[in-house]
């Protein structure tokens, strides 16, 4: 039995699939299905039945996979010590980041620091802010770079490092791109396109209508920025995007009106720290 046999686990209970989890660890299929059958001999159980393309998980797996996490976890924190107590910069740093900070502003911070530190193998996972969140919480993630939530949880870290400011959009031959001096209220007249309710984005900007009494005519909700952006351009609504997203398809609406969200970064200090994390936190401050 040996740790990577428990990593492939925990990523095809995550990813559903022997192919994606293959993908994740860099590895080939017959690899990740042989570290699995060896988990079953050892536990003498199954784990995955067959599901069409992908595979459904056991009682078994559900039952092992918290204590496989915690496990990690623990095994993480204890080489986190060691390191840190011989001063060594080195190891497995696992880090999750948005799309849109991962693209826009995380590159050359990140490719600093790999030069910086060539014995540390960063692992990035691009995850929704609101997932991302939820798996610095867990344990899951060592450091997070996602939107901050509106309401800040008091048992994390945050750190805010770049304004985001928002603006409202539309095609360029869309009708309130002909108008001047709009109001929320002439916005409500329209379709818009807004990311899915729950994500930090979308909550800031229905907060903003909710203040005045309104509430937008949203005809289509879609997670990702770069989807909501080529859907606006074709003229399928207005929407409201990062500043920083703007191209030549999509046209800045004349509000006046200011959002902003804050990007930045978390970690859960309850956790022993490894110097890895430490130096890239120290890095973006």
Do not use: C
Not at 269 to 284: C, D, H, K, W
Request: charged share 15%; proline share 5%.
């Amino acid at each position: 039995m040996n740790l990577a046999a428990f990593e492939a686990f925990v990523k095809v209970m995550e990813t559903g699939s022997i192919s994606l989890a293959a993908d994740q660890l860099f590895i080939t299929q017959p690899a990740v299905t042989k570290r699995i059958h060896s988990l079953e001999e050892y536990f003498g159980v199954k784990l995955f039945e067959s599901a069409g393309r992908g595979v459904q998980a056991t009682h078994a797996a559900h039952s092992l996979l918290p204590k496989v996490k915690n496990w990690l976890n623990e095994l993480g924190d204890i080489h986190h010590t060691l390191s840190h107590e011989q001063g060594m910069v080195q190891g497995k740093l696992k880090i999750g980041t948005s799309h849109h900070i991962g693209l826009h502003h995380l590159p050359s911070h990140l490719r600093s620091y790999v030069q910086s530190f060539p014995n540390v193998t960063l692992d990035v996972h691009f995850v929704d802010s609101e997932q991302a969140h939820e798996k610095v919480l867990a344990g899951d993630l060592e450091l997070a770079f996602l939107t901050l939530p509106p309401k800040l949880d008091e048992r994390l870290q945050y750190i805010t490092i770049w304004e985001d400011p928002l603006v409202f959009v539309a095609a360029p031959f869309h009708p309130l791109a002909q108008m001047q001096n709009l109001q929320l209220e002439d916005l409500i007249q329209y379709p818009s396109l807004l990311p899915a309710s729950q994500t930090y984005t979308s909550q800031i900007t229905l907060a903003e209508f909710e203040k005045q009494g309104l509430k937008p005519k949203i005809t289509m909700s879609n997670n990702p920025l770069e989807s909501i952006r080529m859907l606006a351009s074709i003229g399928l609504g207005w929407s409201v995007l990062p500043k920083t997203m703007i191209n030549q398809d999509l046209q800045q609406l004349n509000v006046k009106f200011e959002m902003n969200r804050q990007l930045g970064m978390v970690w859960h200090p309850g956790r022993t720290q490894s110097r890895a994390v430490q130096e890239l936190i120290a890095m973006m401050n």
